[in-house]
């Protein structure tokens, strides 16, 4: 029987994307990163700074072709030249994967009522405003390609997840942003949506207090009893930015072993 990663190798052949979030080889972002370039997609990885320059470069040899460069999205102006510099590279660009989220540690536990002005503006410019002034950069782009931008969520968006605090909200506000932007873009032949994968063990993740307790629970009472990879995002991920989901805007994928449609 043919892998389907076989029959997948060519699917995205001649198409162009950038992953912004990479951080090591953990990160939901790189299981995206990897999912693409095994279809044939040429990437820019980007980092937010310098102490993550080097990582970044390492895991960009795994994906041939690619480049990489800084995008802190929290300056406009980096953010406008790291576009420009994927234009004079690429010359179009097919597909974005915004896999940024942040949070200050000690907003991830306790009462959310506890939550600080300066971390709550913090989380939702990083995480959810990032996706509206990223789509805005890239969109000259992204026109009369079909192009496709995908975020990534997390069910906290929608319910109350003990000491996912304020990066609940962002995530909200995030899923929010996707629906008026496919509204926006979508005249122009770009689609915007949101994955929302099961909590899975990231460099990120280990910043919400309890997080191995909420895995134990989750596999204990998702339908197919157990928690998901990050490749099976990364391959969800394939899946909204090729061809298969050309009909499919403005909404959310969950992929979370089912565990989204129990009550509990």
Not at 51 to 56: M, P, T
Not at 122 to 131: G, P, R
């Amino acid at each position: 029987m043919t892998d389907q990663r076989d029959r997948n190798s060519t699917i995205l052949e001649g198409k162009t994307g950038v992953i912004l979030g990479v951080a090591n080889k953990r990160s939901l972002a790189w299981g995206c990163a990897r999912s693409l370039a095994d279809a044939g997609m040429k990437l820019a990885l980007t980092y937010a700074n310098d102490r993550l320059g080097d990582a970044v470069r390492r895991l960009a040899e795994e994906c041939p072709g690619s480049i990489t460069l800084p995008c802190d999205v929290t300056k406009p102006d980096e953010i406008g030249e790291a576009f420009r510099t994927i234009g004079d590279e690429f010359g179009h660009l097919d597909t974005i994967v915004h896999a940024i989220a942040f949070a200050k540690r000690e907003e991830l536990q306790g009462n959310f009522f506890d939550t600080s002005k300066e971390g709550y503006m913090l989380a939702h410019e990083v995480s959810a405003y990032s996706l509206t002034a990223v789509t805005r950069a890239a969109l000259p782009l992204m026109e009369e390609r079909q192009g496709s931008i995908i975020t990534l969520s997390y069910i906290g968006a929608d319910r109350v997840v003990p000491n996912y605090n304020v990066m609940g909200i962002a995530k909200a506000a995030l899923e929010a942003s996707v629906r008026y932007l496919a509204a926006d873009v979508g005249p122009r032949g770009v689609r915007v949506n949101a994955s929302s994968a099961g909590p899975i063990r990231t460099l990120s993740a280990s910043g919400v207090r309890d997080f191995n307790t909420m895995l134990d629970q989750i596999a204990e009472k998702a339908p197919l009893r157990r928690n998901v990879t990050a490749e099976e995002v990364g391959d969800a991920c394939l899946f909204l930015a090729g061809p298969h989901s050309r009909g499919i805007t403005g909404t959310t994928l969950y992929v979370d072993a089912g565990y989204h449609v129990m009550g509990v």
